[in-house]
T-cell receptor, first 111, second 115 residues
Framework: KQEVTQIPAALSVPEGENLVLNCSFT??????LQWFRQDPGKGLTSLLL?????REQTSGRLNASLDKSSGRSTLYIAASQPGDSATYLC??????????FGQGTTLQVKP | DTEVTQTPKHLVMGMTNKKSLKCEQH?????MYWYKQKAKKPPELMFV???????INESVPSRFSPECPNSSLLNLHLHALQPEDSALYLC??????????????FGSGTQLSVL
């Protein structure tokens, strides 16, 4: 059974710092991995999707990497801003088509 | 149009009420999903529709009844809910259920409170 773990559960950094969020999964037989952002009481916004054959994806200040063999993904946020404060969720799409979410990392960027 | 629209945004209902949640997308997606999210927890999959047919039911109690009238609409009918069913209900869509490059697009959710 696929399990997805995110570390840390919460993170507080000063504005301008570069930071890394971690995601690990137990079964390497995945279709893709997505990183989402969720603001309190709101829906999820897809940030990046990495297909199983890819190693990384970039969008603006965000870079996500995928190492299937070790069951790990990282989300790198450069030059963090207060507007980046949110919960970040990684989700793995299994071969059943289901999306399995990690517990999320709640990020606070202080001005 | 890359939006998934959910109505209502907030809903308060008693345990004897019948209500419906609605979801709409106009991206031509053929897969639609219902998720349930409790506070400070990740979303949990409830139902998946593929080409307007129910393809996955994650052993959801029968007091939740999904319906997909057409490829753009998804409803969730609620009846005789319990207070523990209070949660954020999220609708999502994607081009297809399978495939390696299928992004999920989520609506902003319906915050449901059962009294």
């Amino acid at each position: 059974k696929q399990e997805v773990t995110q570390i840390p559960a919460a993170l507080s950094v000063p504005e301008g710092e570069n930071l890394v969020l971690n995601c690990s999964f137990t079964d390497s037989a995945i279709y893709n991995l997505q990183w989402f952002r969720q603001d309190p009481g709101k829906g999820l916004t897809s940030l990046l999707l990495i297909q199983s054959s890819q190693r990384e994806q970039t969008s603006g200040r965000l870079n996500a990497s995928l190492d299937k063999s070790s069951g790990r993904s990282t989300l790198y946020i450069a030059a963090s801003q207060p507007g980046d404060s949110a919960t970040y969720l990684c989700a793995v799409k299994s071969n059943t088509g289901k999306l399995i979410f990690g517990q999320g990392t709640t990020l606070q960027v202080k001005p | 149009d890359t939006e998934v629209t959910q109505t209502p945004k907030h809903l308060v209902m008693g345990m004897t009420n019948k209500k419906s949640l609605k979801c709409e997308q106009h991206m031509g997606h053929r897969a639609m999903y219902w998720y349930k999210q409790k506070a400070k927890k990740p979303p949990e999959l409830m139902f998946v529709y593929s080409y307007e047919k129910l393809s996955i039911n994650e052993s959801v109690p029968s007091r939740f009844s999904p319906e997909c009238p057409n490829s753009s609409l998804l409803n969730l009918h609620l009846h005789a809910l319990q207070p523990e069913d209070s949660a954020l209900y999220l609708c999502a869509s994607s081009q297809e259920v399978g495939g390696t490059n299928e992004k999920l697009f989520f609506g902003s959710g319906t915050q449901l409170s059962v009294l």
